[in-house]
């Protein structure tokens, strides 16, 4: 079992910045690839970021390139989700997911926190 736990979340205005993290407790952090996800009020869940677990390849929705960096330290077993230039768009719960391989799938994530709200003013 991998217990997740998301913070960070908040209220920011439009061009602000937020760093989501994500805690990891139980099985080995380091061999699971770690993703983010996103829903807003009325919306399926999306994929917004993943990352290896090495550390070493990224991936990112085309919605978020440029503007969001997924990174993951496993010595602290966090992972994180650097979000700039934030956009009232981008409004949502955010979640993160442990799997084995970092797809943009939701089915490929065996493991989820219980997510963190940020909201972005206009």
């Known amino acids: 079992q991998v217990q997740l736990v998301e913070s960070g979340g908040g209220l920011v205005q439009a061009g602000g910045s937020l760093r989501l993290s994500c805690a990891a407790s139980?099985?080995?952090?380091?061999?699971?690839?770690m993703g983010w996800f996103r829903q807003a009020p009325g919306k399926e869940r999306e994929f917004v970021a993943a990352i290896r677990w090495s550390g070493r390849s990224t991936y990112y929705a085309n919605s978020v390139k440029g503007q969001f960096t997924i990174s993951k330290d496993n010595a602290k077993n966090t992972v994180y989700l650097q979000m700039n230039s934030l956009k009232p768009e981008d409004t949502a719960v955010y979640y993160c997911?442990?799997?084995?391989?970092?797809?943009?799938?939701?089915?490929?994530?065996?493991?989820w926190g219980q997510g963190t709200q940020v909201t972005v003013s206009s």
């Open positions: 139980g099985r080995t952090f380091n061999n699971y690839a």
């Open positions: 997911a442990a799997g084995v391989s970092p797809t943009t799938g939701l089915n490929g994530y065996d493991y």
